[in-house]
């Protein structure tokens, strides 16, 4: 198959938590077909030389790389205005940076760490998108906002992550009603556990470790899968979806659970 050529050449991608794990991968998606991105980080979480390396190796410009917490809004302000005196138009947002207070038992629920995850892992999506409009006139095109299984199936944890995560993918949808007559196209991108840096940092190392215990290679879902996916949304193809939940799965989730596990007793041991 041959490759389509830069058709997103000239438009300029804002991918918050640009610079790992799925944020990178969606970066270089985009950069392979032309676009400028512009890529954000928390302090001491990259190393900009080599993100921008790996994002011209994948061939786009050279990218903007710019420290913003995703919860601050003058972090987010500042962010902007810099995207305003280079480029004047964000064309696409990838809404991925988020952070939620994991919880191991009762006691860890307190309606601070409650709010201050939705604070952290919600609202930033819809914070961005006022901002973008305030500063530079309009909305992005193209909206993207990464999810997950959190709201529908129970990982260790994950009980403020999965909230936070179930009212995102509500708001994407009456954002969708809403915006329809800004001609944006809002959509939400699931995925299952991927191998990340991000993950680890939340699940520990060892999670991986025993998950490959029990499943083949072929489960796991990469971040070059959600990048991809997330590419082709904004690509002009695709312009027909809109307030979708859609799952990055490799078709896995349907076949997942304890009838799979029996399936594969004998090569498992069992």
């Known amino acids: 198959m041959t490759h389509p050529g830069a058709i997103a050449r000239d438009r300029v991608v804002l991918i918050t938590g640009g610079t ?17 991105t ?3 980080y928390k ?11 790996r994002v011209m190796d994948a061939g786009g410009p050279e990218p903007l790389i710019l420290r913003a917490d995703v919860a601050l809004e003058e972090d987010t ?5 810099q995207v305003k005196d280079r480029f004047g138009r964000v064309d696409a947002f990838v809404s991925n940076a988020s952070e939620a207070l994991v919880v191991n038992s009762l ?11 939705m604070q952290h892992a919600a609202w930033p999506s819809f914070g961005y998108l006022q901002a973008i409009r305030d500063t ?3 909305y992005p095109r193209y909206v993207i906002v990464l999810s997950s299984d959190g709201p529908d199936r129970f990982t260790p944890g994950y009980d403020f992550v999965g909230a936070a995560k179930a009212a995102t993918e509500t708001l994407v949808r009456y954002l969708s009603y809403r915006l329809r007559d800004d001609g944006v196209r809002i959509n939400v991108l699931r995925s299952r556990a991927v191998k990340s840096d991000s993950f680890d940092d939340t699940f520990g190392g ?7 215990g029990f499943v083949p ?7 070059e899968d959600v990048g991809r996916a997330a590419f082709a949304l904004c690509s002009g193809m695709c312009d027909a979806v809109s307030g979708q939940v859609i799952m990055v799965d490799r078709g896995n989730t349907f076949a997942d659970g304890i009838s799979f596990l029996y399936e594969r007793r004998e090569a498992l041991g069992f």
């Not at 790992?20 to 400028?36: C, N, Y």
């Not at 006691?107 to 201050?116: E, H």
């Open 20 to 36: 790992r794990g799925i944020g990178l991968a969606t970066a270089e998606a985009f950069a392979s077909h032309g676009a400028q």
């Open 38 to 40: 512009v890529l954000t």
């Open 43 to 53: 302090w001491g979480s990259a190393d900009p030389a080599e993100v921008a390396r």
């Open 77 to 81: 302000i500042a962010l902007l205005a």
């Open 107 to 117: 006691d860890d629920y307190s309606a601070r760490g409650f709010l201050k995850s």
């Open 136 to 138: 530079l006139g309009a």
């Open 206 to 212: 060892e999670f991986f470790e025993f998950l490959e």
């Open 217 to 223: 290679e072929s489960w796991m879902v990469t971040p």
